[in-house]
T-cell receptor, first 112, second 115 residues
């Protein structure tokens, strides 16, 4: 059974720091891995999607990597800003399913 | 604007009183799904639908029903809500199956409290 774990559960950093969020999964048979952002009272916004054949994806200050063989992904946020404060969720899409399996998220706070 | 909408956004009800949470998408997506989010458990899939009149159970379907009579709508029905269904609910949709590349688009969520 696929399980997704995110560490740390919460993180508080000063503005300007570079930071790394971690995601691990137990079964490498996946179509893709996605990182989402969740703001309080709002839905999930897809940040980056890495196909199983890819190693990384970049969007602005965000870079996500995928090591399928070891069951790990990282989300790197460069030069963090207070507006980055949110909960970050990673999710995998297992083979032969249409659902996403989510981790429990990392709650990030960036203070000025 | 392409979006997934849910109504209501907030609902407080009592045990046993039937309720429906509506979900609608304007992107002509075939696939739609319902998740619930609980502290420490993440998001878990309740039901999903591959297309009109095609629905199937997810990981936590007990106590819920769905229907897909139209492509754009996918309501979630709680026939007899219980306190353990107090949760944050999300509806999601995605385009025709391209599993490697397709992301899912999420609604804003419905916070349900069952007393």
């Amino acid at each position: 059974k696929q399980e997704v774990t995110q560490i740390p559960a919460a993180l508080s950093v000063p503005e300007g720091e570079n930071l790394v969020l971690n995601c691990s999964f137990t079964d490498s048979a996946i179509y893709n891995l996605q990182w989402f952002r969740q703001d309080p009272g709002k839905g999930l916004t897809s940040l980056l999607l890495i196909q199983s054949s890819q190693r990384e994806q970049t969007s602005g200050r965000l870079n996500a990597s995928l090591d399928k063989s070891s069951g790990r992904s990282t989300l790197y946020i460069a030069a963090s800003q207070p507006g980055d404060s949110a909960t970050y969720l990673c999710a995998v899409r297992p083979y032969n399913t249409d659902k996403l399996i989510f981790g429990t998220g990392t709650r990030l706070q960036v203070f000025p | 604007e392409a979006q997934v909408t849910q109504n209501p956004r907030y609902l407080i009800t009592v045990t046993g009183k039937k309720l429906t949470v509506t979900c609608s998408q304007n992107m002509n997506h075939e696939y739609m799904s319902w998740y619930r989010q609980d502290p420490g458990l993440g998001l878990r899939q309740i039901y999903y639908s591959m297309n009109v009149e095609v629905t199937d159970k997810g990981d936590v379907p007990e106590g819920y029903k769905v229907s897909r009579k139209e492509k754009r709508n996918f309501p979630l029905i709680l026939e007899s809500p219980s306190p353990n269904q107090t949760s944050l609910y999300f509806c999601a949709s995605s385009p025709p199956q391209r599993p490697n590349t397709d992301t899912q688009y999420f609604g804003p969520g419905t916070r349900l409290t069952v007393l």
